[in-house]
């Protein structure tokens, strides 16, 4: 992704005089190039002046906005309106001596900018000369002689090594692509897959383009993008989607993003393959446990790795974008905040935070991308070219096929475009114009603190040193290196990672693969494509057109002995007591594949809550024992406090950590709540309330910090294991922390009509339903009103429950689901729908003594039988969510009619029994998540026992012992 600094500002006038003078002594040089014509002298000059307005706009808009601002306080502007004042800034800015002015406050402002001019006119002067003595050369390219250049653009990627980029060209006889680097690595990928493809059983779409190659730099054809024309072109390109995951899992790819792949017709067409065998050193110590350590090294050396994948952004400028060649879905990304000017064209302009849409690439077959449909082939075809691969392993074939490799030049991406962009944007702030020492001395420590995390990137100083230069001339650092040969020259003739041949080390590693865990990473990857999470991907129906009834309670201790001793065989253990899981988790901004982090909704805390309660229910006898489980519950915990201990370290050390989530679910409340729930059954080891109290202390901050607000990950989640912990104490602080929290929440409200909603990022005009919207902050708010008297709170609360009325539609006879999304009106979950909405009443109202209560419960329940069954089986989105409400409903006499719980819960196990247990977005992977896994499965089939005591994990805050 190209690193950018600030956003647009309308200020190259100002800049005219910076780059004027090198720009017509390059047309000057241009003079002197055999073989250009004149109109391609002047394509070159443009090309050239475009690319370097753009990079000095993004460098200096923020300097020059502070100037404008100086200007304007001290009276050198003098004209009668803020318009003309900005059109006499200008004016004055685009003068030599303005910028010579600024040598004193600023002075290495003029060095830095002449350094970037100098290289990027240098480079342009490079390619002219390459283009006018290999033009002859590139017929066979565009399938025609080149002719004329009409057009270029410098600057398709971030610049290198001097002002250096890949370059589009538009000429008589087609279009091209430069690169100023060796393009081996393109032609011995290009003919390993065509070897490939005469040992292979199928067809093979794959493409890399065509290419010619000189020792320093090529030129490649372009591909355009191009929508498939039809369904076999559609399933010719997911195939190939897989038959390229299975090659580079072999060959160490990665960094294969959006912008690296093109969809030509039923062709995936990889256009950057330098990130060839990357190497993987094994991950530093994360301080979290050897389990984590260990889960993060084979994440890190999955499938995962290459970026083809969908997977979230954690990047400050990036962070819930999904940047991986099969995702970046169009209408499934979030808007990016990027500083902007505000009020640009007036002297009171400003740089403020813009809201922009994620960038659109051409990495999609179709307008409208069915990955749900087509991941069941991408599965496939991964699994035969694998096996392809395999057997040529087998006959010694393919460790020949891969000496084609050995001499080629190779990148390796030690640290992300995203690291570097944020510390060039510190590095060219006005205030490190005027002082450079100070950040940076900052960005060496921030780099080696990094190295310390990631094991990757560089820490020696040297190298360091030689990153931060780069940065100061407007150059992303790059790491090269021979595949045969490993040891990596940096920039400025800096080096690391010691020599090794990478080919055999990627071989090895793919021999050494769990191909199981790559299947199943594949399977659980898909969800990272979508950010909400109440998303289901097209799925068969799971309900049973038989019910079995005659054996419900044997069938409920076999499922849920079944999924538990899934639950011990498919964890990953640490030697000194740690444990965990890799699987899609949800955060907030998104869902990724990853270790367990220790949320409750689908992290370590969920997995403890559960391990608890199966063994609560084991020992009272409503439930089979299950082997090992009391070890297993022990080894989670030793891994929470490793958790909870880690920031305190961390901040000891002096790191700056973002405060976690506050929420209920994922975030402190739900960490909080869970300490108290096994405390209260005994199974803490007598430090449960303890822990429970500190981890409260961290919820102000949390909540400072959060931006969503709902019961999920935001403050409200937080109110009701507060009110829970002040219970358990009778300490009035956590009372008060909790009654801040609602106070905020009801400052926060926006009005519209008599109901109010909060903004959430997804959705700035509000949302219904319980996990993000108004029911489940309603909720919260009402609880603590109870708990505090606050009228304000009280009122807010019914403000958020007349929103969610006015949502109710007479013709669906459900409520609106404001996510409008395709082809759903209505939703019927815990997370958005009538599941929530019918609980979160129900809870507030347990007696139902309101007949509000009881009507809104029949409601939930109707909808609820009509479309929330027969997806899947989780509790979030699933049968064991619905199951909840409806029981409810069915035992107060609100239930659909002539439904009983006999048959209710029957239709579920049948369900479970005929297809399998399903959390429904992972597809078949095994996902331990209480709320969106199977984890929640169990825990909702023991709390079916009819002499169960467990909470309910769907109203998060009661059922303290």
């Known amino acids: 992704m190209t690193a950018s600094d600030t956003g647009a500002s309308n200020f190259d006038a100002s800049l005219g005089c910076q780059l004027l003078p ?52 001290t009276g050198r502007l003098t004209g009668t309106d803020a318009e003309q004042r900005w059109a006499q800034f200008l004016e004055l800015s685009s003068r030599r001596d303005f910028w010579d002015g600024l040598a004193g406050p600023y002075p290495t402002l003029l060095p830095r900018v002449e350094t970037i001019v100098r290289n990027r006119c240098t480079a342009s002067l490079r390619f002219a000369e390459r283009w006018a003595a290999d033009r002859a050369s590139l017929a066979a390219l565009c399938g025609n002689p080149p002719g004329e250049l009409r057009s270029l653009g410098f600057g398709a990627g971030d610049s290198h090594c001097g002002g250096q980029t890949v370059s589009l060209l538009h000429c008589d006889g087609g279009r091209l692509v430069y690169k100023p680097r060796s393009l081996a690595i393109d032609v011995a990928l290009r003919d390993f897959v065509a070897e490939l493809a005469g040992h292979h059983d199928g067809p093979l779409t794959l493409r890399v383009p065509s290419v010619v190659m000189r020792e320093e730099h090529g030129w490649a054809e372009f591909v355009p993008h191009r929508y498939a024309s039809d369904g076999e072109e559609l399933l010719a390109f997911y195939r190939g989607i897989g038959h390229w995951l299975a090659i580079m899992r072999l060959l160490g790819g990665s960094d294969l993003h959006a ?47 290459i970026g083809l994948l969908p997977g979230r952004g954690e990047g400050l400028g990036w962070r819930g974008v999904d940047s991986s060649a099969v995702g970046m879905l169009p209408g499934q990304q979030p808007r990016l905040r990027q500083p902007g000017v505000v009020k640009a064209g007036t002297d009171e302009a400003r740089i403020g935070a813009t809201q922009v849409e994620a960038p659109v690439s051409q990495n999609h077959p179709s307008p409208e991308p069915a990955l749900a449909r087509y991941w069941p082939e991408v599965l496939a075809s991964f699994g035969e070219m694998t096996e392809t691969l395999r057997r040529l392993d087998t006959r010694g074939r393919l460790r020949p096929m891969l000496e084609r490799f050995e001499p080629c030049r190779i990148r390796v991406v030690t640290r992300t475009t995203e690291v570097y962009s944020e510390l060039a944007r510190m590095l060219w702030h006005p205030v490190s114009l005027h002082k450079e020492a100070p950040p940076r001395q900052r960005a060496k420590e921030l780099l080696a603190k990094m190295a310390v995390n990631v094991s990757t990137a560089p820490s020696d100083p040297a190298v360091i040193e030689a990153e931060v230069e780069e940065l100061l001339v407007g150059d992303i650092p790059i790491f090269t290196t021979r595949a045969s040969e490993g040891r990596l020259e940096g920039p400025r003739g800096t080096s690391w990672l010691a ?4 080919v055999d080390a990627s071989l090895e590693h793919w021999r050494a693969a769990d191909f199981k865990l790559e299947r199943n990473v594949i399977q659980s990857a898909l969800v990272s494509a979508y950010i909400n999470d109440g998303w289901r991907p097209d799925e068969v129906p799971r309900r049973p057109e038989q019910v079995r009834v005659d054996s419900v309670e044997r069938s409920r201790r076999r499922v849920v002995a079944r999924i538990m001793s899934d639950l011990a065989s498919t964890s990953i253990r640490g030697k000194d007591g740690t444990v965990t899981w890799i699987a899609p988790i949800f955060r907030p901004t998104g869902w990724s594949v990853q270790p367990l982090e220790q949320d ?16 609560r229910e084991a020992a009272a006898g409503r439930a089979d024992p299950v082997d090992g489980l009391e070890d297993l519950l022990a080894a989670t915990l030793r891994t929470l406090d490793l958790a909870e201990a880690r920031p305190a370290l961390q901040r000891s050390k002096g790191v700056k950590l973002r405060p976690q989530a506050p929420g209920g679910y994922i975030g402190l409340g739900s960490q909080l709540w869970t300490r108290l729930v096994l405390a209260g059954w005994g199974l803490d080891r007598g430090d449960g309330v303890a822990r429970a109290v500190a981890l409260a202390e961290g919820i102000p901050e949390a909540a400072a910090a959060d931006d969503i607000h709902d019961v999920l990950s935001g403050k409200a989640g937080a109110i009701g294991p507060l009110l829970a912990l002040a219970r358990k104490t009778g300490d009035a602080r956590h009372l008060r ?30 949302v219904g339903g319980f996990a993000h919207g108004v029911t489940g902050i309603g909720w919260a708010l009402t609880r603590l009103a109870r708990a505090t008297g606050s ?48 609980l979160a009443h129900a809870d507030l109202d347990p007696a139902l003594e309101n007949p509000h209560t009881r009507l809104m419960l029949r409601r939930a329940a109707a909808a609820t039988w009509r479309q929330g069954l027969g997806w899947n089986h989780c509790a979030c989105h699933g049968d064991l969510g619905a199951w909840e409400v409806l029981d409810r409903a069915i035992a107060a006499g609100e239930g659909p009619e002539g439904l009983t719980r006999e048959h209710l819960l029957g239709t579920v196990l049948t369900s479970i029994e005929e297809h399998g247990p399903s959390c429904g977005m992972a597809r078949d992977a095994f996902v331990p998540g209480l709320l969106p896994g199977l984890g929640g499965v169990v825990y909702q089939l023991l709390r079916a026992h009819p002499e169960n005591d467990l909470p309910s994990i769907l109203t998060v805050g009661g059922g303290i012992p």
Not at 499 to 502: A, Q, S
Not at 600 to 615: E, F, I, K, N, R
């Open 737 to 766: 922390m909790a009654s801040e929290l609602g106070d905020t929440l009801c400052d926060l409200a926006k009005q519209k009509g008599d109901g109010v909603y909060w903004v959430h990022q997804s959705w700035p005009e509000g």
């Open 22 to 73: 090198a720009v017509e002594e390059l047309a000057a040089r241009l003079e002197r190039v055999t073989g250009l014509s004149s109109g391609e002298r002047d394509t070159v000059v443009t090309a050239t002046r475009d690319s370097l307005y753009a990079v000095l706009s993004r460098k200096l808009t923020r300097l020059l906005v502070l100037e404008l601002n100086a200007a304007r306080v």
């Open 791 to 838: 009228p304000r709170h009280a009122q807010t609360a019914r403000a958020a429950f007349a929103f969610e009325e006015a949502l109710f539609d007479e013709g669906e006879q459900n409520w609106l689901d404001l996510r409008l999304l395709e082809g759903l009106k209505t939703a019927a979950a815990w997370c958005h729908g009538s599941v929530g909405i019918g």
């Open 600 to 615: 409750l909704y689908g992290g370590t805390s969920g997995v403890a809550l559960l391990l608890g309660a199966y063994l």
């Open 259 to 305: 912008e690296n792949l093109i969809a030509h017709g039923g062709s995936p067409v990889i256009v950057d393959c330098e990130t060839l065998f990357t190497p993987k050193p094994p991950p530093n110590p994360s301080g979290l446990g050897e389990a984590l350590d260990r889960a993060a090294g084979l994440v890190s050396g999955t499938v995962l790795s």
């Open 499 to 502: 020599p090794r041949n990478l």
